[in-house]
């Protein structure tokens, strides 16, 4: 089994936060696949499926962010589910807007959830790091991710949330690479057409 985690905070507050970004990946990918109704387990918003023949725990800790290992950690005890079976989506201010990376261990990087998660599983799970971007000053930080994305953000968020959700199989099956280039091109199509036509 694969531990889907997506971080955020709970409650319709913070539901558009760049911080939830997340939970509304991670809400893609349970739409978009077949998946149990969410219920409340382990202090978090739980639903289980399947991801092409892969079976997933999709977990939304509420707990809020900064105590997001409480619910990862419990949920991995209780299926005796390894680091390396554990996936958290969560937001990252040093990546360009829009843009994404996955990787496997590694520091927090500042981010509160990741460090919570990181004591009390460990830190060899897999991230998926989606960029919203840094305000460019400290003091701006908290504002910045605590905020609603803009109007214009619409532009690239919910393109992404949908690469992410078609791609979901690559990602649960640990093709990372893979998975990170298909969300590339869905969301860069010219691209794609550059690369199916080959040089000029």
Not at 66 to 89: C, D, K, L, T, W
Not at 108 to 118: D, F, K, L, P, T
Request: charged letters at 25%.
């Amino acid at each position: 089994m694969i531990l889907l985690a997506g971080l955020g905070n709970p409650g319709a507050r913070y539901r558009a936060n760049r911080h939830n970004i997340g939970f509304m990946a991670l809400d893609a990918i349970v739409a978009r696949h077949p998946f149990a109704a969410w219920r409340q387990r382990f202090q978090a918003q739980c639903a289980e499926g399947r991801i092409a023949d892969t079976k997933v725990l999709a977990l939304k800790p509420q707990t809020f962010m900064n105590e997001s290992g409480r619910a990862v950690g419990q949920a991995a005890r209780f299926y005796r589910i390894e680091p390396e079976n554990i996936i958290v989506i969560h937001d990252e201010l040093d990546l360009a807007p829009g843009k994404m990376r996955v990787k496997a261990g590694g520091g927090a990087a500042g981010h509160n959830g990741v460090r919570s998660i990181a004591r009390h599983v460990g830190a060899d799970f897999r991230r998926v790091r989606l960029g919203i971007g840094h305000p460019g000053e400290k003091g701006k930080v908290r504002a910045t991710v605590l905020n609603d994305f803009s109007g214009s953000e619409a532009a690239w968020v919910g393109p992404l949330l949908d690469a992410i959700a078609d791609n979901a199989a690559l990602l649960v099956e640990g093709c990372d690479s893979t998975f990170m280039n298909r969300v590339h091109l869905a969301l860069n199509p010219s691209r794609e057409a550059e690369e199916k036509d080959g040089p000029e």
